[in-house]
């Protein structure tokens, strides 16, 4: 069995079959895959993509396994507002930590250091198993890329 086309979440129905995969395992372009059932499936992309949870991945025959993100030992950060939340998401971002926002928390990989920087920001980190499925990221394919606006025309602008 191979699948042959990656399906982005929302665009596919009825799924033979799924995939359980964590965050490490979701970034790939061949990779030998396990299904739910116990079947196995060679991922065969032309490119490596970042699978989301939520895609589907079409078969050879035209069936689609849906992808599933793997609980993982996570940390759900709060904040008693939502100030020291962005102040915290701030701190996360200036150390590129892969983050997956939800409604009231944001959710990291597990990481003790991590946790008690968000508790020193007046923060609370609840470690947890979780499904972990961060955002993609402003440099991802299909996020519009990444630009620079360097110097200026001076013929566009009066002075």
Known sequence: MRAIELLPAGTWKDA???VLLDHDHRHRRR???????GEDCMLDL????????????????????????????????HAHDEDA???IAWHLGNRHLPVQFLPGLIRIRYDHVIAEMVEGLGGHAEEEDAPFD??????????????????????????
Do not use: N
């Not at 990779?31 to 059932?37: E, Y």
């Not at 589907?56 to 993982?72: H, S």
């Not at 394919?141 to 566009?156: F, I, K, R, S, V």
């Open 16 to 18: 033979a079959d799924a």
């Open 31 to 37: 990779f030998l895959l396990k299904t739910v059932s």
């Open 46 to 77: 032309p490119q490596a993509v970042a699978l989301r949870h939520g895609d589907g991945l079409r078969l050879e025959d035209g069936r689609i396994l849906a992808v599933q993100a793997m609980a993982e030992r996570v940390l759900d950060i």
């Open 85 to 87: 939340l962005m102040r």
């Open 134 to 159: 961060p955002e993609s990221g402003a440099y991802a394919p299909g996020t519009g890329g990444h630009h620079h606006h360097h110097g200026h025309d001076d013929d566009d602008h009066k002075h």
